[in-house]
């Protein structure tokens, strides 16, 4: 399995108006792989899964990945899908966290975006099936 999800900031080149909320886009494919070309995330979609296949491919792996992208308030210029296939090479030779579960990585990653767990979940597949409490669904973004 495999997903997107784009958190556009307000005041951003995808979310101009400083006014609205954080703009939520995903797509995802489970093992089966798509039928048909992604629209609401296009190429940024193609060129995550590109970084993360390679991953994979280098250590002989198969797993689930979920690539949370931000783009923040002080992205101004697109510079092409080249770029978030790069950021997501350099994630994995970056710092990496730990967790015991999908759940609690999704978790521990979240207090850093700029939405709530409980939207998250509302948009994202594989967020989806995580259980929730009380405190996801309180809005951050």
Request: aromatic letters at 8%; proline letters at 4%.
């Amino acid at each position: 399995e495999y997903e997107l999800v784009e958190m556009k900031s307000p005041g951003s080149i995808w979310n101009p108006d400083p006014a609205a909320g954080v703009s939520l886009a995903a797509a995802s494919e489970g093992r089966d792989g798509r039928t048909g070309y992604v629209e609401e995330t296009a190429g940024a979609y193609y060129a995550a899964r590109l970084g993360v296949a390679e991953h994979l491919d280098e250590r002989g792996r198969q797993a689930k990945a979920l690539v949370l992208r931000h783009v923040s308030d002080d992205y101004w210029g697109p510079v092409g899908v080249w770029q978030v296939r790069e950021a997501v090479r350099n994630a994995f030779d970056g710092e990496s966290g730990t967790a015991e579960t999908f759940g609690e990585a999704v978790r521990g990653v979240t207090e850093h975006l700029p939405v709530s767990l409980g939207r998250l979940r509302r948009k994202s597949t594989m967020a989806a099936g995580l259980q929730a409490n009380l405190g996801d669904f309180v809005d951050a973004g």
